[in-house]
């Protein structure tokens, strides 16, 4: 079961990374115009190999051609009557051997053979010399498509030239412009990360400055407390227990504790400070009044009721 549960899983996870779509990669306008400048480039390549590099010598042979065209529809049409006569004479003939009987057939027929035979042949000669004018046309009509394809790819020719060398142009903007924003950012991030070590310094100078301060305020407090500390034995006359654990204190455990912890601000006042328990004072330590009662499981409200008897601020 483990087994079919696994390949199921294996299957299932086959199948999303398969028909998970691949994000296309966004090119740069520098690789975009190098793709165009490919293309143009190969599509140039094309060009030139259907395109034939001499087209004078086309221009020649077609004038050539024409030459021997003219020449030969000149003998054609000075030769069109002899050549239909020798054709009239030629089906006479076949008409006189059709009407002859056997006997004058074969005493006849020699001759009008042999001279069917030579009509035959100069026929021949001017039906040739007419399908040599129909080649020489077709000739000179492929040669005169082949100088309008020509004419056509030079003009798409200089057309793409003037494409790549405007792509190219561009291609070398376009790097510079990259080049310049590369340099920027890399300016800005400098910038940044100079702001930031300014910053964290500035930062540091006045967490150091704040730091000093409270060291003096806490020192001053400390002094004024000691001062502060002498005029808080008359508390002993009205109770000689701790306010906090409630348990007797002497003047060899006794310490003087601020209410409110000097660290968060406490001023050493008569009012904000008191006698208690060594014990207490160094359970204390910077905790406020409430965390202090929770954390040793007094009652905070009867540890208040004790200070507010005494006269403390609470």
């Given at each position: 079961?483990?087994?079919?549960?696994y390949q199921k899983r294996y299957r299932s996870?086959?199948?999303?990374?398969?028909?998970?779509?691949?994000?296309?990669?966004?090119?740069?306008?520098?690789?975009?115009?190098?793709?165009?400048?490919?293309?143009?480039?190969?599509?140039?390549?094309?060009?030139?190999?259907?395109?034939?590099?001499?087209?004078?010598?086309?221009?020649?042979?077609?004038?050539?051609?024409?030459?021997?065209?003219?020449?030969?529809?000149?003998?054609?049409?000075?030769?069109?009557?002899?050549?239909?006569?020798?054709?009239?004479?030629?089906?006479?003939?076949?008409?006189?051997?059709?009407?002859?009987?056997?006997?004058?057939?074969?005493?006849?027929?020699?001759?009008?053979?042999?001279?069917?035979?030579?009509?035959?042949?100069?026929?021949?000669?001017?039906?040739?010399?007419?399908?040599?004018?129909?080649?020489?046309?077709?000739?000179?009509?492929?040669?005169?498509?082949?100088?309008?394809?020509?004419?056509?790819?030079?003009?798409?020719?200089?057309?793409?030239?003037?494409?790549?060398?405007?792509?190219?142009?561009?291609?070398?903007?376009?790097?510079?412009?990259?080049?310049?924003?590369?340099?920027?950012?890399?300016?800005?991030?400098?910038?940044?990360?100079?702001?930031?070590?300014?910053?964290?310094?500035?930062?540091?100078?006045?967490?150091?400055?704040?730091?000093?301060?409270?060291?003096?305020?806490?020192?001053?407090?400390?002094?004024?407390?000691?001062?502060?500390?002498?005029?808080?034995?008359?508390?002993?006359?009205?109770?000689?227990?701790?306010?906090?654990?409630?348990?007797?204190?002497?003047?060899?455990?006794?310490?003087?504790?601020?209410?409110?912890?000097?660290?968060?601000?406490?001023?050493?006042?008569?009012?904000?400070?008191?006698?208690?328990?060594?014990?207490?004072?160094?359970?204390?330590?910077?905790?406020?009044?409430?965390?202090?009662?929770?954390?040793?499981?007094?009652?905070?409200?009867?540890?208040?009721?004790?200070?507010?008897?005494?006269?403390?601020?609470?």
């Amino acid at each position: 079961m483990m087994v079919r549960r696994y390949q199921k899983r294996y299957r299932s996870n086959l199948y999303k990374k398969s028909t998970r779509s691949k994000k296309p990669k966004l090119l740069s306008v520098p690789e975009q115009i190098h793709q165009e400048i490919t293309a143009v480039k190969s599509e140039l390549r094309e060009l030139r190999k259907k395109t034939f590099s001499a087209p004078e010598t086309v221009s020649n042979k077609v004038q050539s051609l024409n030459v021997s065209k003219k020449q030969d529809e000149a003998w054609i049409e000075k030769n069109k009557n002899l050549y239909l006569k020798k054709k009239a004479r030629i089906e006479e003939i076949n008409e006189e051997l059709k009407r002859k009987n056997f006997i004058s057939r074969t005493l006849f027929s020699e001759e009008l053979n042999k001279e069917k035979e030579k009509l035959t042949i100069q026929t021949c000669s001017y039906e040739e010399r007419l399908k040599q004018v129909g080649e020489v046309i077709l000739n000179i009509s492929e040669l005169e498509q082949a100088k309008r394809e020509w004419a056509l790819h030079s003009q798409k020719i200089e057309k793409l030239k003037v494409n790549l060398k405007n792509l190219e142009e561009a291609h070398v903007h376009q790097l510079a412009f990259a080049k310049q924003q590369a340099a920027l950012k890399k300016q800005k991030k400098l910038e940044r990360e100079k702001e930031k070590e300014r910053l964290e310094l500035e930062k540091k100078k006045r967490e150091e400055l704040k730091a000093a301060k409270a060291a003096a305020y806490d020192e001053k407090q400390r002094e004024q407390a000691s001062s502060v500390r002498k005029t808080l034995f008359s508390q002993l006359k009205k109770s000689k227990f701790c306010p906090y654990c409630y348990q007797l204190i002497n003047k060899e455990n006794v310490h003087a504790d601020h209410i409110h912890p000097v660290s968060k601000g406490g001023l050493s006042t008569k009012t904000n400070m008191v006698l208690v328990c060594s014990t207490c004072n160094l359970a204390k330590r910077n905790h406020t009044l409430r965390s202090f009662c929770s954390r040793c499981g007094f009652d905070f409200e009867t540890v208040v009721a004790r200070l507010m008897s005494l006269g403390k601020d609470v």
